[in-house]
């Protein structure tokens, strides 16, 4: 369903450490997953996904980590920069379907 | 990469006009693409399944008549906004699903509706 909230939890790190970015899904029959970025003013940007047979999957700088015990879905940056500041949302969705429910977002800071 | 591209990026109309806003899958087919709408500090919101070739499946709460979706070929969708009023106002964004099921978003179309 529809995911509101009018302020979006922030995340602030140091320019080069890495950051965590949590995310609590819904749907326990939910089978895709996904990590995008938004940055303002623009459309989401395709991260990284992880299908529900995986616990982890990595990418260039970037890991997905998955728990379907808790329902709880993680993207990690590694050495984190400023081009990486911008609102991080989670995705999920199931085979049979291509709909996307989204989480709330997490607006991620890089302090220079 | 896959690219979707979203015609007009912001647009502004009077109240009871109505607004065409076209979704583009510029170098792949999509059988399948989204509309979603997004008001500020929030999430994304979907409106509708657009699938090509057949009426277009729209969310509970959202109006059919008011948002005409219109999926005529593989590459292009289009979403009018009928009578528009400000509570229209949003950033509409689509999305094209390529033949690998990966999901890509269009930069969005900002409505302003005055």
């Known amino acids: 369903g529809e995911s509101v909230g009018l302020h979006l939890p922030t995340l602030s790190v140091q320019e080069g450490d890495n950051s965590i970015i949590n995310c609590a899904y819904s749907n326990s029959a939910s089978d895709y997953f996904i990590w995008y970025k938004q940055e303002s003013g623009k459309g989401p940007q395709f991260i990284i996904d992880i299908r529900s047979n995986m616990d982890k999957r990595q990418g260039q700088r970037v890991t997905v980590l998955l728990n379907k015990t808790v329902k709880h879905l993680s993207l990690q940056i590694a050495a984190t920069q400023p081009g990486d500041s911008a609102v991080y949302f989670c995705a999920e969705s199931h085979r049979s379907s291509y709909k996307l429910i989204f989480g709330s977002g997490t607006r991620l800071l890089v302090r220079p | 990469g896959a690219v979707v591209s979203q015609h007009p990026s912001r647009v502004i109309c009077k109240s009871g006009t109505s607004v065409k806003i076209e979704c583009r899958s510029l170098?792949?087919?999509?059988?399948?693409m989204f509309w979603y709408r997004q008001f500020p500090k929030q999430s994304l919101m979907l409106m509708a399944t657009s699938n090509e070739g057949s009426k277009a499946t729209y969310e509970q709460g959202v109006e059919k008549d008011k948002f005409l979706i219109n999926h005529a070929s593989l590459t292009l969708s289009t979403l009018t906004v009928t009578s528009a009023h400000p509570e229209d106002s949003s950033f509409y964004i689509c999305s094209a699903v390529t033949a690998g099921d990966t999901q890509y978003f269009g930069p969005g179309t900002r409505l302003t509706v005055l």
């Open positions: 170098d792949f087919q999509a059988t399948t």
